[in-house]
């Protein structure tokens, strides 16, 4: 077999990625209406912003926004988990960071599978946030015996999707012949299903324990509980939501609003009540599970560490003071005054260190090459207006906003509490590898496009010399 009779995995993702967006938006009709309503609002943020619009098309995101989506999944086991990175790797897809959800009362620990380079992100930047259940946490030793023992039965991936991750692991990839039946197969994992492995006994103990126990344990598989369209303009998504028919989270999750978004900012509407036949002894017993939800996400800066440090100092200073609540107004007057701490200006980010960007020579700066020195300080090149500057795009996810859209779809008021225990070492042992520090992956894309702007300012002097 040759080597390039292979499908690039961003292919595979790019396929992959439109199955999963197929069978949500038949499974979740709502996710349709999403779908359309982010459309919408895209194509009038564009249409009358020009220079972000050049911006996008600039930092290669402008193709990829519209197909632009991730996902979320959560697992049981170590092996599920494991066997979950084998699955992803054969789509480009790796685990980067590490989030512990455990804080706000929520049992489990997570990463997300995502492609890293400029390359394979401007194609189709496809992520999945995939959580793994933290049976330790289960207090009662009788219910976490049985939660393991239920899991330990089931098999989540189909033995067509095994057999080829087996085969790209030995070969080093997919011919286009295997390359829908890979998506085929890997799409069955995440297909959600109507009929529980438990009786309602058993899914009642489990949900009392906690909501988020009964989901993952009961079920054939882990279902996509959400898939999320990126959007240009949230604010706008939010007040529209109810007009097309459909109930949004109180407060969007993450930053304020900004002139000059930051990180990522998130909002979702209810999870639905779904019909489920429990498996009872008797026979099928009916009732009732909601999982699946929909989510809109709004993209920043990536924001380097002491940014985030920044970012993490602010938001805890208005979660102190009250949470976040349902006090939609409140919060979001507290939040908009604690973030007057941070820059709104892209500009003077940049110039305080407080986000990446990505840096590249002007057309002025091309005609300079070799009359400019390389090694002149970055920033003077930008304002001597020979290299521009556009932010590096945040391409994670945020632990304290996912553990609100987590909440906001427990439903009432269930609010467990574990201690903080982050247990990154057993997150890894279970992954089989080490999930990439994201913040190493930003400082590595702005440095690369500095570099080749140093070479740029030398390459074309010694090319005319
Ligand atoms: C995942 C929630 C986290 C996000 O966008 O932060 C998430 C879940 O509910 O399984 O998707
Ligand atoms: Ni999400």
Known sequence: MSQQAFVSPDEIRNRFSRAMSDMYREEVPQYGTLMTLVADVNGRILERDLELQRRLSRAGELDRIGLERHGAIRLGTAEELATMRRLFAVMGMVAVGYYDLSVAGVPVHSTAFRPVDNVALARNPFRVFTSLLRLELIEDADLRARAEAILARRRIFTDGAIRLIEQVEIAGGLVEADVDVFVREAVETFRWHGEATVDMATYRRLSDAHRLIADVVCFKGPHINHLTPRTLDIDTVQVEMPRRGITAKAVVEGPPSRRAPILLRQTSFKALEEPIAFNGEAGPEAGTHTARFGEIEQ???????????????????????????????????????????????????????????????????????????????????????????????????????????????????????????????????????????????????????????????????????
């Open 299 to 465: 993209r920043g800066i990536a924001l380097t560490r002491e940014g985030r440090s920044l970012y993490d100092e602010l938001l805890a200073s208005v979660r102190d003071e009250g949470g976040a609540g349902s006090a939609g107004e409140a919060y979001d007057a507290r939040l908009a005054k604690a973030f007057e701490a941070f820059p709104d200006c892209y500009d003077e980010i940049r110039r305080r260190r407080l986000g990446f960007f990505r840096y590249a020579l002007t057309d002025k700066g091309a005609g300079q090459a070799g009359a400019v020195r390389g090694a002149m300080p970055i920033d003077e090149l930008v304002n001597a207006g020979y290299v521009s500057a556009d932010p590096i795009v945040y391409e994670d996810f945020l632990p304290v906003s996912a553990a609100g859209i987590f909440q906001s779809n427990l439903g009432g008021a269930e609010q467990k509490s574990y201690a903080s225990n982050a247990n990154r070492q057993a997150f890894e042992e279970a992954l089989g590898a080490r999930p990439l520090d994201e913040v190493a992956l930003y400082e590595a894309a702005e440095r690369r496009s500095i570099e080749a702007v140093r070479e740029g300012l030398r390459g074309s002097h010694a090319s005319a010399a």
